[in-house]
Each structure stands twice: as structure tokens, then as C-alpha cells.
């Protein structure tokens, strides 16, 4: 149980009055499969205390189907026993014959003051919206975790796929209120064991949260979505390839980092931003089929040797670029900044008469961090084949001239 301050009164025309929004709650809590019990008041600490009545059922619950929002109930016939007071203070007031709140509330606050202390007088002070409120803002965590607890042991297949589904459908509800998406997330299965006698254990070891690589499984998306059946589509063809050695008693969802969504910005005339989510999507099941790292993209690294610009990556993952000590440099003009379609695995010697050039020189020099120091004046030339090429001539040991690329 526990205790959630909502203030709605800047939000009661935007859904038609405190009636309307105070339904959409209770839907809400209800869906979620929540119980709760509210109250309305001028103040946190008014509204605090009549939650706290409403569950004792002296008064209506403010979330109940009949109630009403015209009138809030009074406080005045509250026991004083029911107030969030010392023990002490309590029987301090009773035996002064003060049993009622609005009994308490008719005495002056210097009395009180110098009778009981300050944290009285400030109490009452709130209660009646004279004294400012000292509320615990609520920061929401950076990630997200959900465990649900099965009915009964269940075996891995389309069983689970209830469980999960639902599971996804609370993350992208959360998601949505806070505008927010994933691009990664891990299911975690609690399993059933056997001990060595051969019975069965109620509880897997190690429990969740150290859960064996075995029985996790992960999901990493090239976008940010928080589409509930793409994740879950994504989640279930991995779910069909996953081995476990037990019955699975609970299942916990895990997301580490929650990044802004990919929102598309769609053009009546243009379907490329929809075309590129389509494509991301594809990627990411062909991925799922073909198994990890069966896909690989190229990444762009910090190294202005061309034949280290770029290193491989897993295309189902974010990518990064790679660390180096110097920047790209700045765009050239022309035909200068004109790379070709073929780099050679390596360079290739080539002799002077096997080439014409085409272009001015473009000099790409570095590596000394690493001892592959290059220095080199690149040039588009005319192949005797007839083909455009990128040749080099090394200002460095080795000397000449070499084949590094072809032009499409």
C-alpha cells in the first residue's frame, strides 16, 4: 500500500470536470489491476485525511462509481484519533475533552502553540490550506522493471505469450504517459528446479535478478518504439528460439535506459520517413532469424586512414562511433571529398603508365599514435581498363604509387 498525491485541479477542464477526471483514474487503476481508495480536498494533507476516512468507511470514496464531487464530505466529526497525531497528543486532547476535530480547530493557535508545539499548528494550518504544504515531488526512474507472478508453473511456449503481452502492454502505457520509448528491453524467467532427490524446488536459484544468461532474453531495436505489438512480435520470435531447463514460475521485465520515441514526421506526398521505419523493422526480425551478429553494418570511426574510416558493428544495436585521437576533417570542395564505392582490402602497387589522373591531390596523413604512420597524396584517376580509380603516392617507406580503390 502506499500513499499518491495528485493535483488535478489544473487538469479538471481539460478532461471536462473533477467528475470525468476522477473516473479516468478509477478505469485506469482498474485496468491495471489496482484497489484503491481516494480523497478530494483543497489541500494534499484535507485530501490525505479523507483517503484515510474513506478506508475506515466513514466517509465515500472519491473513486467510487456514486461519488459525489460538488460537495466534499466535512471533517469536523473526525475523531482525533484518526488524525496523523502523537499518541500523547491524543490522549493530551481527549482528556481535555476534546474529541472532535472541529472541536480541536475552534481553539486559537497560540494556545495550541504553547500547549502542544508547532508541528499542531502546522498541521491544522494544512489541513485547512493556511500553512504551505512540504510535498516529496515524485522523480520517475531512468529505467523500468515489472515482475508478474504466474498462477502455476508454466511450460515454455504460446502459454507464456499472455503474460508477456500484458507485461509489454504496462511498459508502453508507462511509456506513453511520460513520452518516452525503448530501444532495448530483457524478459527474465524464474524457473522451476529439481534438487537431487528429483523433487521439485518451489523457487529457482539464483533468483531474479541474477538470472542465468540462459534464461534471459533480450530484445534490441534499431528505433526507439514503444508500439506494444511490435514488441511484442520482436519478443515472441525470440521467445520461440529460447531453450529453458524448468517450468517458469514468474516472469520480470527489464529496461535499462528509456530514450525519446522516433516520432515521423510524415509528408502527404513523401512516404520515405515511413518507408525507413518499415525497413528498420525488417532489419530487426531478419536479425532475430539469422541469430546475433548475423548482421553487421558499417560504423564510422574517428581515423582519417581510409582503409580504418570504418569498422564493422551487430546492425541489432545502437550504433557508436569508434574512438580515435584525431577528428574528421573539414568538407572538402568538389570532387576532392569524393570517395569510391570499392576500397581494396589493401593497397596494391601499380605502375605510373597504368593510370591517368583526373583530379588535384587530397593529403591524408596520420596512424603515428599506433606506429602505422602514413602520409599520402590521393588522387581519382583513369584506369588503362577504362575504369575510375583512387590512387595514392605514399610520401612514406614504402614509396610508388598504389591501387587503394575503384569508382562505380
Sequence with gaps: AGLIGLEVGASARLFGGVASLLGCIRDDLRQLGFSAVGGLGRSLTAATLRSQLAQFGRISCALSDSARVDRLPALNGTPVELLPLERRTIEILQGSGISRLGELIKISEAALRRR?????????????????????????????????????????GEALWFPIKRLINDLCWTLQARDLAV????????????????EWLNRSEPMIGAAPSGNRLQCQL??????????????????????????????????????????LQED???????????????????????????????VEAADLRPERAATSSPIAGPAKRSVGKTAHPAPLRGDLAVRPSWLLA??????????????????????????NDVRRDYFRALHVNG??????????????????????
Design 116 to 156: 502542544f508545539g508547532a508541528a499542531l499548528v502546522t498541521y491544522l494550518g494544512r489541513l485547512r490550506s493556511t500553512a504551505p504544504e512540504n510535498n516529496e515531488r515524485y522523480q520517475p526512474p531512468q529505467g523500468y522493471q515489472a515482475t508478474l507472478e504466474l498462477p502455476a508453473p508454466t511450460e515454455l
Design 222 to 263: 534499431l528505433e526507439a518504439s514503444r508500439d506494444p505489438t511490435h514488441l511484442f512480435e520482436l519478443c515472441r520470435q525470440r521467445l520461440e528460439r529460447l531453450a529453458l531447463d524448468g517450468k517458469v514460475l514468474s516472469i520480470h521485465l527489464q529496461v535499462h535506459r528509456l530514450p525519446p520515441p522516433q516520432v
Design 387 to 408: 575504369g575510375q580509380c583512387w590512387v595514392y603516392r605514399s610520401l612514406r617507406p614504402p614509396h610508388g604509387w598504389f591501387l587503394h580503390g575503384w569508382f562505380g
Design 346 to 371: 589493401s593497397p596494391q602497387p601499380i605502375a605510373e603508365g597504368e593510370f591517368q589522373l583526373l583530379s588535384d591531390s587530397e593529403r591524408i596523413e596520420g596512424g603515428w599514435w599506433d606506429g
Design 268 to 298: 502527404l506526398f513523401d512516404s520515405s520517413a515511413r518507408e525507413q521505419g518499415d525497413w528498420s523493422r525488417l532489419l530487426e526480425r531478419l536479425a532475430v532469424r539469422l541469430g546475433e551478429g548475423s548482421l553487421q553494418r558499417l
Design 183 to 198: 530501444d532495448q528491453l530483457e524478459l527474465q524467467f524464474e524457473l522451476e528446479r529439481a534438487d537431487r532427490s528429483g
